[in-house]
């Protein structure tokens, strides 16, 4: 899933951040509504139904014209894109780190446990998962986004710097549950990945990929890896979309979802998650491969 690197040592670092981060600004422009959408669908706690649909979606823009109900679906741009492109180069540049760790530390561990073949697709997700854990950092960042895309009452004028001021460490609320979904979320993702190209596809060098076998090992991985973090995240986007002086425990969140929405609200906004990650990954994978190199010429 991460681009290999070029060879050239600290040129090709600068490059990959110029690149991956380059590719998640592209990524959040397009995929950012769709993301918005998911995110309102995971906090709304009524049924939903094609007549309640639009005023879930957009809101107070329900009734407006088409122009204003898109733009309607950019709230939080400015913590969303900091987010993103801060997420895609921790996890462009990490995994392969945590790989290479894992690789020249480990090697003979995972060969013993799993077999050679198999221990280094074990390897890939297990950097994938010690990647995803180390995300929970760029949670203010996160927390911000998500509620200026479905509680923006919660900011009631204040700007970024004043909100981490007079807030700290609340916006780390839900921290475990983050680590509790990316440990397992990204060990799916780069391990779905890495077993498509190995056993379905036949690549032995994942960073030989082609084109077409990194789109379809990156749909495998995006949807393995959205469909085992769902319920979790759906109870983490509630801790964080409360008001912030609202503490709501993970524990009562659960219970509150199951016993009013039933087992399936874990689910909720799952569908247009499945559907836009596979292009998304694809999308900011390929844009990255395409960068790096061409940064890498003048970095």
């Not at 005023?55 to 329900?62: E, K, L, T």
């Amino acid at each position: 899933m991460s681009p290999p690197p070029s060879g050239k040592s600290r040129e090709s670092g600068t490059a990959r951040v110029l690149g991956s981060g380059t590719s998640g600004i592209a990524e959040l422009l397009i995929f950012h509504p769709v993301d918005t959408v998911a995110k309102r669908l995971m906090s709304n706690k009524a049924k939903v139904s094609l007549s309640t649909l639009s005023p879930i979606i957009f809101r107070d823009q329900a009734s407006a014209a088409l122009g204003r109900k898109v733009m309607s679906l950019f709230p939080g741009l400015g913590y969303a894109a900091g987010y993103k492109v801060a997420q895609r180069i921790y996890k462009f540049g990490g995994q392969p780190w945590f790989n290479e760790l894992l690789v020249r530390n480990y090697k003979d561990e995972f060969s013993r446990a799993f077999g050679e073949r198999k221990g280094k697709m074990i390897m890939q997700a297990t950097a994938g998962s010690l990647t995803g854990i180390g995300e929970v950092v760029l949670l203010p960042l996160d927390a911000l986004k998500i509620k200026r895309q479905v509680n923006p009452e919660a900011f009631r004028g204040r700007g970024v710097l004043r909100i981490f001021a007079e807030e700290g460490t609340t916006l780390y609320r839900g921290w475990g549950w983050t680590v509790a979904r990316n440990a397992p979320g990204s060990f799916a993702l780069f391990g779905a990945s890495a077993f498509t190209k190995d056993v379905v596809l036949g690549v032995e060098d994942y960073s030989k990929a082609t084109w077409s076998q990194n789109f379809v090992a990156s749909i495998a991985g995006a949807v393995a890896s959205i469909t085992v973090a769902a319920p979790l995240d759906t109870v983490k986007t509630r801790i964080q979309n409360a008001n912030f002086e609202r503490k709501v425990s993970g524990m009562t969140v659960i219970k509150d979802l199951v016993k009013n929405e039933g087992m399936g609200a874990f689910f909720k906004g799952l569908t247009p998650k499945i559907l836009v990650v596979g292009p998304k990954l694809i999308f900011s994978y390929t844009l990255a491969q395409s960068l790096i190199p061409m940064f890498g010429k003048y970095v």
